[in-house]
């Protein structure tokens, strides 16, 4: 007992979601994430900046999700981008919030690959959300002249 606090043994038990393990050398010889240095000015920029824009990558990923709001919580090389995100599901008053994962389609080398790789699923989310309006600009339409 050191100044009345008690120390215990820690358990380290594998428990729920265990990964693996490495070995003392194999963790020496590790570096660290090269993304990891500027991972979080990215995050906060796009949080700034892109609010928007992050929704519309969620929504294109995950059709129908309802997103109200998306931070970005972090960057890595080989998970991507790390979001929470709060929701109102269809037919509900009640939002969720949640942390999910977008990984890249393929490893982050620099700034440059990250941002190159952002652009892309920025356009391509847009794209697809402009092309969804148009299909449903064009379903409206047909339903009210009866035309196909």
Avoid: C
């Avoid at 919030?97 to 190159?116: G, H, I, Q, S, Y």
């Avoid at 920025?122 to 339903?143: H, I």
């Amino acid at each position: 007992m050191i100044m009345g606090l008690m120390f215990y043994p820690a358990w380290r038990g594998g428990g729920f979601a265990r990964e693996g393990s490495i070995t003392p050398e194999e963790y020496k010889a590790a570096s660290p994430d090269k993304i990891s240095e500027f991972g979080v000015h990215v995050a906060s920029h796009m949080n700034d900046d892109h609010h928007e824009s992050t929704i519309g990558i969620i929504e294109s990923q995950v059709p129908g999700i309802n997103a109200s709001e998306a931070v970005i919580t972090s960057v890595d090389s080989t998970g991507g981008i790390f979001v929470k995100v709060t929701r109102s599901p269809v037919g509900s008053e009640e939002k969720q919030t949640f942390k999910m994962r977008l990984p890249f389609p393929r490893e982050a080398k620099d700034r440059n690959d990250v941002k190159a790789i952002m652009v892309a699923r920025m356009v391509a989310s847009s794209s697809e959300a402009y092309f969804q309006k148009l299909k449903q600009t064009n379903t409206s339409t047909t339903k009210h002249t009866g035309s196909n």
